[in-house]
């Protein structure tokens, strides 16, 4: 314990010695002079002078009374302090040895950062950089010692920093640096977003990011592991960099997100090339000229990408061809593009594709017709498992569209789940589409008003051994489990519904009917004819009916 006091060593001989001279003085005075005694002298002409003796007296003794009791709290408090330091040297964390301290250290780092959620990919709103930073500033505020140990263990400061790109104050910027400089030569998370919430009530302009900032972070370039910037434009501060080699090396750097940027200078801000072996995810979804990035595309597993140009965003995908997810949000072309001659590029690995297609003069347009076939011409994916497809336009299919689209889905015989949200597909069309993923599991279709009629139901309906000797052609989606139509009207009839899905459900999993189904049990149905003018399902009596059977032996089943 600190205190201002000083203490003679010799202190509690000399208090002891004083402080019985000090009483045996005052009990003597206070014998002699006692209050009534005091009290009976005071009408003697001579008072007045002894009293001014006494009083003197008395405030000088009261005086040495508190030095005294001040050397005692000065005493009191310095073995209080020794009692502390005592107990702190023998504690067992003490002898804990300083690697064994280190992994502790670690562990409350790594719970701090679960709190945190920086371990997940959560929105920034539930991210909590400063909680797991305070983690560790406690730690190194515990002694001079554990200071050291932490100081000494930069694995413990490899975490994602809560940076104000806006601040521009020296002590701020000297922080961040030192904060940055702590985890070499760990790789480290840098996450920097700058978003205006709510406009000025001034009036006055967003404040601009702080270039000293900026440039400490470009400056630790070499250790980013992942990177998101919103709102933020690093590529000026990497360009600040030193030449050296001439390109930017990045060893570390597996994920880059980037998002909101304005593009205004950026291809001149990305002229040197950048080594990044191991960067393998890209979310440039809404960065202006993205195909200026200097990196090498081939190399990407993951990508969500977004961008005014569909040839643009084509040109990528056709580079891309170690990719595993990919999502993509381009514009519609305006007119029909020319088929090539040439050979789709095969994305061998790709497994996952989301495919969001936007008008680019406001969604919901009711006119002109729809040309995105070059997604489908010129890509071939056989290891593709999951499709989304949607078109946020109201634009009509062409029938050259949906040839495309069913000779893709040809070249991906591994397809187990298809979504399709706003076409205008006709019942044939769709029947093209169906029969060309015979695989699918899982077939999810939103707004497609003219396209589920009797003929498709019927085409979906086990008739037995397959419908080989039915004349209908082989029972399309025989794989299917999963079966999701919303705001799809209501041009077919109940009693083809009710015996499509009779055909494909059975009680028990393990015990199907004789003779051995060709096709696979349903799990669940959720189908909704819409809004407007379309009747209600769960307005038909026999229908209900029939459904009610169907929940009570075990099939999840919704209709509206």
Request: charge should be neutral; aromatic fraction near 8%.
């Amino acid at each position: 314990m600190l205190t201002a006091c000083t203490v003679n060593s010799d202190a509690p001989k000399m208090l002891r010695q004083t402080t019985w001279t000090l009483i045996s003085d005052t009990l003597l005075s206070f014998a002699a002079m006692d209050i009534p005694s005091i009290l009976a002298q005071a009408t003697s002409p001579s008072f007045e002078t002894q009293s001014k003796v006494l009083l003197a007296s008395t405030e000088a003794n009261v005086a040495r009374i508190d030095a005294q009791i001040q050397d005692l709290i000065c005493l009191r408090e310095r073995e209080q302090a020794t009692v502390v330091a005592l107990k702190f040297v023998t504690a067992p964390v003490r002898k804990v040895p300083m690697e064994l301290l280190v992994e502790i250290f670690l562990q409350v780092g790594y719970a701090a950062d679960l709190d945190a959620g920086i371990d997940s990919e959560a929105t920034y709103g539930h991210r909590r950089p400063r909680t797991a930073l305070r983690a560790r500033f406690r730690l190194s505020h515990v002694s001079r010692y554990w200071r050291t140990v932490a100081l000494r263990t930069p694995r413990l400061w490899v975490a994602e920093l809560p940076i104000r790109v806006f601040k521009d104050e020296p002590a701020y910027i000297l922080m961040t640096k030192q904060l940055l400089d702590r985890s070499a030569p760990f790789p480290i998370p840098i996450r920097a977003v700058y978003i205006l919430l709510k406009p000025s009530s001034d009036g006055k302009a967003k404040k601009a990011a702080s270039p000293a900032i900026l440039d400490a972070i470009a400056s630790v370039a070499d250790r980013w592991s992942t990177v998101y910037f919103e709102g933020v434009d690093i590529f000026p501060a990497l360009r600040r960099l030193p030449v050296g080699m001439g390109a930017l090396c990045m060893p570390h750097l597996s994920a880059l997100r980037i998002q909101r940027q304005r593009g205004e200078g950026l291809t001149a801000s990305l002229d040197r090339r950048w080594l990044a072996p191991k960067l393998t995810t890209l979310d440039a979804s809404r960065m202006a000229n993205v195909s200026a990035l200097p990196i090498a595309w081939s190399q990407l597993t993951n990508l969500t990408l977004g961008s005014n140009s569909p040839d643009t965003i084509l040109t990528i995908l056709l580079q891309c061809t170690s990719l595993v997810e990919a999502k993509v949000e381009p514009l519609i072309w305006r007119t029909p593009q020319p088929v090539l001659a040439s050979p789709p590029v095969v994305l061998a690995r790709l497994k996952t594709l989301v495919l969001n297609f936007f008008s680019g003069e406001g969604d919901g347009d009711s006119w002109g017709m729809l040309f995105i076939e070059p997604f489908f011409d010129r890509l071939s994916a056989p290891a593709l498992e999951s499709l989304e497809l949607t078109v946020n336009v109201d634009y009509a299919w062409t029938p050259q569209l949906a040839l495309a689209l069913a000779q893709y889905l040809t070249r991906s015989p591994q397809l187990l789940k298809f979504a399709m949200t706003w076409s205008s597909l006709v019942a044939q069309e769709l029947v093209q589409l169906l029969a060309a993923m015979p695989s699918v599991k899982t077939f999810s279709l939103d707004f497609c008003q003219w396209c589920i009629t009797d003929q498709v139901l019927v085409r979906m309906t086990d008739h037995g051994t397959g419908n080989v000797n039915t004349g209908l052609g082989p029972v399309l989606l025989p794989r299917l489990e999963v079966l999701e139509l919303h705001t799809v009207d209501d041009a077919f009839s109940d009693d083809v519904l009710t015996a499509m899905i009779q055909s494909r459900w059975w009680p028990d999993p393990n015990s199907p009917p004789v003779p051995q189904p060709t096709v696979s049990r349903l799990e669940t149905v959720s189908l909704w004819t819409g809004d407007n003018d379309c009747r209600k399902l769960s307005e038909s009596v026999e229908l209900q009916e029939s459904v009610k059977v169907l929940q009570e032996q075990g099939l999840y089943i919704q209709l509206g």
